[in-house]
T-cell receptor, first 120, second 109 residues
Framework: GAVVSQHPSWVICKSGTSVKIECRSL??????MFWYRQFPKQSLMLMAT?????????EQGVEKDKFLINHASLTLSTLTVTSAHPEDSSFYIC????????????????FGPGTRLLVL | KNEVEQSPQNLTAQEGEFITINCSYS?????LHWLQQHPGGGIVSLFM???GKKKHGRLIATINIQEKHSSLHITASHPRDSAVYIC???????????FGAGTILRVKS
């Protein structure tokens, strides 16, 4: 089945530093990837839709200058949290669709394992 | 009111029990997803439904488009089924998923 990886799985950083999180589709090419954030005991919230070769589409309330998304290839999207602050501490999850999958599998989203970010 | 509502929020069951988790949505959808999130955070897609019923092992998912309601059933529940179950609705246009708050399931042996 389709596999999506994330790196790193967890990161601790000082306030004010930038953190880059990678999301890779390992066995398929993903023209679209999604970035989610999940705070403790809350459900996932979509942050942005990452489109290969073009600018990401951000959800309302998500600062595009703070959460930089780059989707430079069909298998890699990166999320950079710039000048991270403690309130950015969260669980960040990416997902991807396989546009070449047949039938209903084309609509299935495959989720990465997530990245836990702790900003001190 | 959230666009996607789940019930119950928390569910504790004894091993072997039949479990039902409900999901109601208030928007037009093209598909509804059921996801499973384990304590470590990893998410697995269980089902994607646009109509009718699907079965995979001990898991059954149903959807009633007219009533805007879906259910996830687990037969012969097992402690390893303990996880958070999330329903997510995909709108009629675009790829965006709207998530329910999740149901925390604990199955005791």
């Amino acid at each position: 089945g389709a596999v999506v990886s994330q790196h790193p799985s967890w990161v601790i950083c000082k306030s004010g530093t930038s953190v880059k999180i990678e999301c890779r589709s390992l066995d398929f090419q993903a023209t679209t990837m999604f970035w989610y954030r999940q705070f403790p005991k809350q459900s996932l919230m979509l942050m942005a839709t990452s489109n290969e070769g073009s600018k990401a589409t951000y959800e309302q309330g998500v600062e595009k200058d703070k959460f930089l998304i780059n989707h430079a290839s069909l298998t890699l999207s990166t999320l950079t949290v710039t000048s991270a602050h403690p309130e950015d501490s969260s669980f960040y999850i990416c997902s991807a669709r396989d546009p070449l999958a047949g039938g209903e599998y084309q609509e299935t989203q495959y989720f990465g394992p997530g990245t836990r970010l702790l900003v001190l | 009111k959230n666009e996607v509502e789940q019930s119950p929020q928390n569910l504790t069951a004894q091993e072997g029990e039949f479990i039902t988790i409900n999901c109601s949505y208030s928007v037009g959808i093209s598909a509804l997803h059921w996801l499973q999130q384990h304590p470590g955070g990893g998410i697995v897609s269980l089902f994607m439904l646009s109509s009718g019923k699907k079965k995979h092992g001990r898991l059954i998912a149903t959807i009633n488009i007219q009533e805007k309601h879906s259910s996830l059933h687990i037969t012969a529940s097992h402690p390893r089924d303990s996880a958070v179950y999330i329903c997510a609705a995909r709108g009629e246009y675009g790829n965006k998923l709207v998530f329910g708050a999740g149901t925390i399931l604990r199955v005791k042996s």
